[in-house]
Nanobody
Framework: QVHLVESGGGLVQPGESLRLSCAAS??????????MGWYRQAPGNQRELVAR???????IYTDSVKGRFTISRDNAKNTLNLQMNNLKLEDTAVYYC????????WGPGTQVTVSS
């Protein structure tokens, strides 16, 4: 089976940075062959797709994170990453990764808390 595990979250002050990673394991899933996305869910909100990267490298970001977040992947390590700079209070959420074409069971997510 394929499993997704997110890591890298933590507690930071506004303006600071975090780098999230998503590890995908399993014999039948290669992360780089799919469009991959980072999602987040804040209290009272639906899960929101904030960034995606297509197999060809094309990226799309939601307006609220554009210019601050960068999605990337390391094909050799089979990981998906999200560099988050200039974090704001409204970025506080649990962050998840997943494939868009063939969604997998959600991983545990990683908590990002931005507090002033």
């Amino acid at each position: 089976q394929v499993h997704l595990v997110e890591s890298g979250g933590g507690l930071v002050q506004p303006g600071e940075s975090l780098r999230l990673s998503c590890a995908a394991s399993g014999s039948y899933f290669s992360l780089y062959t799919y469009t991959m996305g980072w999602y987040r869910q804040a209290p009272g909100n639906q899960r929101e797709l904030v960034a995606r990267i297509h197999s060809g490298g094309y990226t799309i970001y939601t307006d609220s994170v554009k210019g601050r977040f960068t999605i990337s992947r390391d094909n050799a390590k089979n990981t998906l990453n999200l560099q988050m700079n200039n974090l704001k209070l409204e970025d506080t959420a649990v962050y998840y990764c997943n494939a868009l074409e063939i969604p997998l069971p959600w991983g545990p997510g990683t908590q990002v808390t931005v507090s002033s």
